[in-house]
């Protein structure tokens, strides 16, 4: 690898941070809409088909067959992910109410 090879791949990696932060807000505003639908099912169905369509043809645009792009841009996508978890996660420790599935503790 040179050093000319870094620019492409910075520009990948900062292309699959954008890719990923457009995913998963796409996600995250699904989600808080879901409650409020009238058609959950097809709200759901029809922004996963648009996010994932968008973020394969994307990446499709970045790498351009290159694996090193290819990686460059996964990275920055799971960053990306990494950054929207913390950001939209639960807040201050809140943690999910546990759901007693019948094997849980012993009486």
């Given at each position: ?9 910075a ?71 990494l ?10 420790g ?14």
């Amino acid at each position: 690898m040179t050093p000319s090879d870094l620019g492409p791949l910075a520009l990948a990696l900062v292309a699959g941070l954008g890719i990923g932060a457009a995913y998963f807000w796409g996600l995250w505003w699904t989600v808080q809409r879901l409650p409020h639908s009238r058609r959950p099912a097809l709200l759901l169905l029809a922004s996963s088909f648009l996010r994932i369509a968008l973020a394969v043809g994307l990446f499709w645009l970045v790498t351009q067959g290159d694996w090193r792009r290819l990686i460059a841009c996964l990275l920055g996508f799971i960053v990306a992910r990494l950054v929207m978890t913390r950001v939209h996660g639960p807040r201050g420790g809140e943690r999910e109410p546990e759901q007693d599935g019948g094997g849980g503790e012993w009486s």
